[in-house]
């Protein structure tokens, strides 16, 4: 069973001007009306962000549909996006993995990972003990997942209201919100170089493949500041 203690101590810290709840909110908002330009009822709308969850894989699906893509190229194209994920994951399960608890709970709490409630958990994660870790993440993730679902009906039902420079602006407080944390978090060799170096890198791949300039901007300067923070030892 779920400790509804710290379920609800996870729930709970969500709140707060500093919380990354505010910047996801805001950008379901935009992505309520804009499935609702693209012919979505309020229902399938809500079923999108419950099963898709995370914003930019919610922005692909959206705009997919919009150029008529075909439903396996939606799939992968979903897929891909969300593949960013995994390291992600990667760095956090062992912080939550503890013997005493059962195996569904981190089958279940997967569905949870997205930068929000990720920066929420490794904020925090030091001050609860190990085998809580995982009901208190579990308490994290429904509550950005409830925050995300209610923000895309506010923003289906106020599209008629908002024009598309507001809905613009709503989207991108989303990356900027995270671009200022990984600012902050800006603390080791590895963090600072790479923050640094893919902010160098990105734009110069950008003249050789606006296409995959991100992608290849992020793998050289993640690998650079990782080699040269392991010969420091930091």
């Given at each position: 069973m779920i400790n509804t203690k710290y379920f609800y101590k996870g729930f709970k810290s969500i709140k707060g001007v500093g919380s990354p709840a505010i910047a996801l909110a805001a950008s379901f908002v935009a992505i309520g009306?804009?499935?609702?330009?693209?012919?979505?009822?309020?229902?399938?709308?809500?079923?999108?962000?419950?099963?898709?969850?995370?914003?930019?894989?919610?922005?692909?699906?959206?705009?997919s549909m919009l150029i008529g893509a075909s439903l396996i190229n939606i799939f992968l194209a979903v897929w891909l996006v969300n593949a960013r994920l995994y390291p992600m994951t990667v760095a956090l399960m062992p912080l939550?993995?503890?013997?005493?608890?059962?195996?569904?709970?981190?089958?279940?709490?997967?569905?949870?990972?997205?930068?929000?409630?990720?920066?929420?958990?490794?904020?925090?994660?030091e001050v609860i003990e190990k085998k809580n870790r995982i009901d208190f993440w579990i308490g994290i993730g429904t509550a950005t997942w409830t925050v995300a679902i209610l923000a895309t009906v506010v923003g289906y039902i106020a599209?008629?209201?908002?024009?598309?420079?507001?809905?613009?602006?709503?989207?991108?407080?989303?990356?900027?919100?995270?671009?200022?944390?990984?600012?902050?978090?800006?603390?080791?060799?590895?963090?600072?170089?790479?923050?640094?170096?893919?902010?160098?890198?990105?734009?110069?791949?950008?003249f050789l493949s606006p296409e995959w300039c991100i992608l290849f901007g992020?793998?050289?300067?993640?690998?650079?500041?990782?080699?040269?923070?392991?010969?420091?030892?930091?």
């Open positions: 009306a804009l499935l609702k330009s693209l012919g979505f009822t309020v229902e399938e709308s809500i079923f999108s962000t419950l099963l898709t969850y995370a914003l930019p894989g919610s922005l692909v699906m959206a705009e939550l993995l503890h013997e005493n608890q059962p195996r569904w709970k981190y089958y279940l709490s997967c569905h949870f990972i997205a930068v929000s409630s990720w920066l929420i958990m490794k904020n925090n994660y599209s008629d209201f908002l024009n598309k420079d507001v809905l613009i602006g709503l989207a991108i407080i989303n990356p900027i919100y995270f671009t200022c944390m990984m600012l902050s978090a800006m603390k080791t060799i590895q963090i600072t170089l790479s923050v640094t170096l893919g902010a160098i890198i990105g734009p110069m791949f950008y992020g793998f050289f300067a993640g690998t650079i500041a990782f080699l040269i923070g392991e010969k420091n030892g930091k």
